[in-house]
């Protein structure tokens, strides 16, 4: 599956056993499948060790395998371009061996060994050689030339048939090569472009991660990541692996990945979201499998809730250097079916780091995952006090791998828990009825005030009545309104009613419809999101500088 370790083989076959010097020319670029080549046909010297640029100095394969260049040695041509109508073309398209030292091909010799035009003879006196097309499933790839010395007794028929198999071999074998770097080229941009091309910020968390894919010896695996930021300025954590190494898996990857996105969306709980994420990775197929950890943090509550489905379990490094593993049930893993998650909640305290990672972080050929996690939590633990950084902690755990090819590729996830500040956080319950938009008009106020808000008194006053007003009149229970003061100042209403409020045009002679359109025009931003048992509807101001 290596072109270069293809080339050095014919190399190490032909020399110095069958011939005293091989050169190597491949098309440029190398046909993909059944792509038709460019035209003209283009070939270029390759060398035993990687593809040459021009106007260097003679590759490696071009040299004798052991000894001294032998005398008379003839330059080859470092780009040839066979005319249409040449005898190379014609030997080409053949596709059969034939002597380079016969005069019907002296035309080909020329054009291969860099003669300059009209040159009688351009081989020197007493060396033979043979050029052997190399042919693949459905083009030339390119060509091979065998070359004696002097010293050796001449090529005779019987050497065609060897030279032919020597170029039937290295056709396949380039074509392979060709054909698998195409497919590890897509699959890992494939799975690149599915991954998140950058981390949200949101308030009250740090995010860093790395992706290291596997060596260029495995193909490309499905492990992703993702930070999903939800309703209440929380924020879903999430670390998957698709079973299996092919394209297939970078793809199954990406659909996961989007179903995740879709089920954090209805701010469902941990457990539900891998329940309903493994419904839907069985209509997949039920030859795909996956593992997947999903976290939720409250920066307001100081809390974690997690739940596993049957990945590598996450490990908690504490702000005074204690690295914990976290102890939440695995459950089975998503494609299943018929298993039951569950929901582990636990503090996360202010200062410390939450580290979600894949199995090829902690699993080799010669360390099982329990052994891998616990090393893991060690070096962690050994950076006590801590990186200053999340890219450097990231940069550290990544560092620590032992040196060699890796069958597995790591997405790694960190997360550094800074809460919210409790001053800055305003929430009050309120009963729905048609008293309660003044009752929430006067604790606004009354918060805005408390923080030194007073110039946006008015717009919020407006904003929370119509909302509030809005969910008094679908709520069946308690509404809750809470302010958060960070960068912007939030503002969210809470309702246990489904129906999400959307925009439309009023007429002239109703009285309702237009509280949206004076929340669009007065706010920075805002939304409506459904909920699981209800929905929020939220917007945001810019806090003056002054």
Request: hydrophobic share 40%; aromatic share 4%.
């Amino acid at each position: 599956m290596d072109l270069d370790a293809t080339l050095r083989e014919l190399r190490s076959a032909a020399v110095p056993a069958f011939a005293d010097a091989v050169f190597i020319h491949l098309d440029d670029p190398l046909p993909v499948g059944a792509d038709r080549p460019p035209a003209p046909v283009v070939l270029r010297l390759h060398g035993g060790e990687t593809p040459r640029a021009p106007h260097t100095r003679p590759a490696p394969a071009a040299l004798p395998a052991d000894g001294p260049r032998p005398s008379g040695f003839p330059e080859i041509a470092e780009r040839v371009e066979p005319a249409g109508d040449g005898r190379l073309a014609e030997l080409l398209l053949d596709g059969r061996p034939a002597f380079g030292d016969s005069p019907e091909n002296a035309p080909a010799v020329a054009e291969l060994l860099a003669a300059a035009e009209g040159t009688p003879n351009v081989l020197p006196p007493g060396h033979r050689l043979i050029i052997a097309p190399l042919h693949g499933s459905h083009h030339v790839m390119g060509t091979v030339v065998l070359l004696r010395g002097a010293d050796r007794q001449a090529f005779t028929g019987d050497d065609l048939l060897v030279a032919s198999q020597l170029a039937t071999h290295t056709a396949l074998g380039v074509q392979k090569a060709v054909m698998y770097g195409h497919e590890a080229a897509v699959a890992d941009t494939l799975q690149h472009t599915m991954l998140p091309s950058s981390l949200p910020e949101p308030t009250g968390v740090r995010l860093a991660s790395r992706y290291l894919p596997a060596s260029k010896t495995a193909q490309v695996g499905g492990d992703w990541y993702d930070a999903i930021p939800l309703p209440g300025n929380r924020v879903a954590l999430v670390v998957g692996d698709v079973m299996g190494h092919s394209m297939t898996s970078a793809a199954i990857m990406g659909q996961l990945r989007t179903i995740v996105q879709t089920l954090a969306g209805l701010d469902l709980p941990p457990h539900e979201v891998l329940h309903h994420l493994d419904e839907q990775a069985q209509r997949l197929g039920s030859n795909h499998m996956a593992t997947c950890l999903y976290a939720i943090y409250d920066p307001i509550s100081h809390r974690l809730l997690m739940a596993n489905a049957g990945h590598p379990p996450a490990v908690l490094l504490h702000e005074d250097g204690r690295a914990e593993v976290l102890d939440v049930p695995p459950g089975a893993p998503i494609g299943v079916g018929g298993v039951v998650f569950e929901s582990v909640e636990m503090a996360a305290p202010t200062g410390s780091t939450l580290v979600l990672y894949t199995d090829g972080l902690v699993e080799s050929r010669t360390t099982d995952v329990g052994s891998g996690v616990e090393e893991l939590r060690g070096r962690l633990q050994a950076t006590a006090p801590g990186p200053a950084s999340l890219e450097e902690l990231c940069d550290h755990v990544l560092g620590t791998l032992v040196p060699g090819a890796r069958d597995d590729d790591i997405a790694l996830l960190t997360a550094r828990f800074e809460g919210f500040p409790p001053d800055s956080v305003a929430y009050w319950y309120l009963a729905p009825h048609p008293m309660t938009a003044g009752q929430a008009r006067r604790l606004v106020r009354r918060a805005l005030r408390r923080w030194g808000l007073e110039g946006l008194l008015d717009p919020t006053e407006l904003m929370v009545s119509e909302v509030v007003t809005n969910a008094v009149r679908f709520a069946s229970r308690p509404i809750s309104l809470r302010l958060l003061r960070t960068e912007v100042l939030r503002c969210e209403v809470t309702d246990d009613s489904p129906l999400v409020p959307r925009m439309r045009a009023a007429d002239p002679g109703e009285e309702c419809g237009r509280g949206l359109f004076l929340v669009d025009h007065l706010a920075l931003r805002w939304g409506a999101t459904r909920l699981s048992s209800g929905k929020v509807v939220w917007f945001e101001q810019k806090i003056p500088e002054e």
